[in-house]
C-alpha cells in the first residue's frame, strides 16, 4: 500500500524547535517533488515548504522563510522539516504530500505552539 506518514508533531513554546518527518511506503521518493502543507483552525490547508529529491532544490512560503528547513534522506524514503523559532501562528496540522500525482491525504501530525 502507498502511503505517506507523517510525525513529529507536538505541543511547544514559543521560540522552541519541532522536526517533522514524513515516510513513504510502498513507494519511492526519488525523482519526486514533496511538500509540506499546513491546515490552521478554520484556514484552508497551505504550502509551507517543498523540496525536489532529484536536485534537493527548496521553496519556502514568506512565513517559514529563514525559520524552516526542508531535507530528504532519500535512501530512507523520508522528507523532514525543521522547525525553529516557532510562532503560534504555526499552529495546525502538518501533512505532506507528492506535488504531482498526490497521495490521498493522510492524518498529518498536529503542531500546537502555546505558552
Known amino acids: 500500500q502507498e502511503q505517506l506518514v507523517e510525525s513529529g508533531g507536538g505541543l511547544v513554546q514559543p521560540g522552541g524547535s519541532l522536526r517533522l518527518s514524513c515516510a513513504a511506503s510502498?513507494?519511492?521518493?526519488?525523482?519526486?517533488?514533496i511538500g509540506w502543507f499546513r491546515q490552521a483552525p478554520g484556514k484552508d490547508r497551505e504550502a509551507v515548504a517543498c523540496?525536489?529529491?532529484?536536485?534537493?532544490?527548496?521553496y519556502y512560503n514568506a512565513s517559514a522563510k529563514g525559520r524552516f528547513t526542508i531535507s530528504r534522506d532519500n535512501a530512507k524514503a523520508t522528507v523532514y522539516l525543521q522547525m525553529n523559532s516557532l510562532k503560534t501562528e504555526d499552529t495546525g496540522v502538518y501533512y505532506c504530500n507528492l506535488l504531482l500525482n498526490p497521495q490521498p491525504w493522510g492524518q498529518g501530525t498536529q503542531v500546537t505552539v502555546s505558552s
Open positions: 523540496i525536489s529529491t532529484i536536485d534537493g532544490s527548496t
Open positions: 510502498g513507494f519511492s521518493l526519488d525523482f519526486r517533488q
